[in-house]
């Protein structure tokens, strides 16, 4: 859900944004071609268990808001490239919304011309437990159910999640949510989590914005209820805050990019499920998809990564 980061593209301390640009956009174009993508092993990826199921999803997806919502040429090209360089890595998660401008029925276009359904772990969001808000939904993605379906914004704390589960049942979905991007809302999705019990939540996070740290993925582990970190790059404040700086040496180790080194943070937390940053650029995509290899930060770590960012 999160925002793109074009011209937010900091220097790292090996090569910088342009040249890793460069580098990928090869990769990112062969993935594309047919029968060229091949997956990389997933075991070799940080997978967490969706706690409701058990079933496993690859840690980093792709959020569409703001980047996927014009539907043209230009949009759809980009799309492509953005879901076949996700596929080819091995990432399954793509999230949407029906609020997303015309996102939906780009990607849809997307996933059915790739013929990539079976491959990918699609969810998306509705403003209501509108029935034809649903059937809206499904005919833009062109797909008969979604693997998540979520209740977007959701701001009651007495909200009933009963059509979601019926839809459910139904075989529309596979897996029920709610989201929110709202502090505010927040003592409504502590509500709505306790006496719904969902199978997601989606909630704003990242280390300059670290509230649900404490408020809602402790009682999202209590409910088993998995978590996706919208917003994971500050709507590009963290781009903007380390701008012409070097990843430090310390974390060298772990993150081999600034975009690494903020996703990794939220990863660092056994508690969040995936995390789904937005983004138009293929090249970008694979960079984002790198925070699925090699370790992780310690607890000691990530307060080390805290601090650096607060010390800007």
Aim: proline letters at 5%; charged letters at 25%; aromatic letters at 6%.
């Amino acid at each position: 859900m999160s925002l793109d980061r074009h011209l937010m593209r900091p220097i790292d301390r090996r090569i910088t944004r342009r040249e890793l640009t460069a580098a990928l956009a090869a990769g990112a174009a062969l993935a594309a071609l047919p029968h060229r993508a091949v997956a990389q092993s997933a075991d070799d990826l940080v997978q967490r268990a969706i706690p409701s199921s058990g079933e496993r999803l690859p840690a980093v997806g792709l959020g569409t808001a703001s980047v996927f919502d014009g539907d043209d040429a230009r949009t759809r090209d980009a799309a492509t490239q953005v879901v076949a360089a996700l596929v080819a890595a091995g990432g399954r998660l793509i999230d949407t919304a029906s609020t997303y401008g015309d996102a939906e029925t780009v990607l849809g276009a997307v996933v059915a011309a790739g013929n990539l359904r079976d491959k990918l772990f699609l969810a998306t969001k509705l403003e209501s437990p509108d029935g034809g808000e649903l059937k809206r939904s499904l005919a833009r993605l062109q797909v008969a159910r979604v693997d998540l379906l979520q209740l977007h914004n959701v701001s009651d704390p007495h909200q009933s999640l009963a059509q979601f589960r019926a839809w459910k049942a139904q075989g529309l979905c596979r897996y029920v949510g709610v989201t929110t991007t709202y502090r505010g809302s927040f003592p409504a999705i502590e509500s709505v989590l306790r006496h719904e019990k969902p199978d997601f939540v989606q909630v704003d996070y990242s280390i300059d914005n670290r509230e649900a740290e404490q408020r809602i993925l402790p009682l999202a582990a209590e409910v088993k209820a998995g978590v996706l970190t919208a917003l994971p790059f500050g709507r590009g404040r963290l781009f903007r805050a380390v701008s012409g700086k070097p990843v430090p040496d310390w974390a060298a180790g772990f993150a081999g990019s600034w975009a690494q080194f903020f996703l990794k943070y939220l990863l660092g937390d056994p508690r969040v499920t995936a995390v789904i940053p937005g983004t138009s650029s293929a090249a970008h995509m694979s960079d984002n998809l790198g925070a699925m290899r090699g370790p992780l930060p310690d607890a000691d770590q990530r307060k080390k990564m805290v601090a650096f960012i607060e010390n800007l």
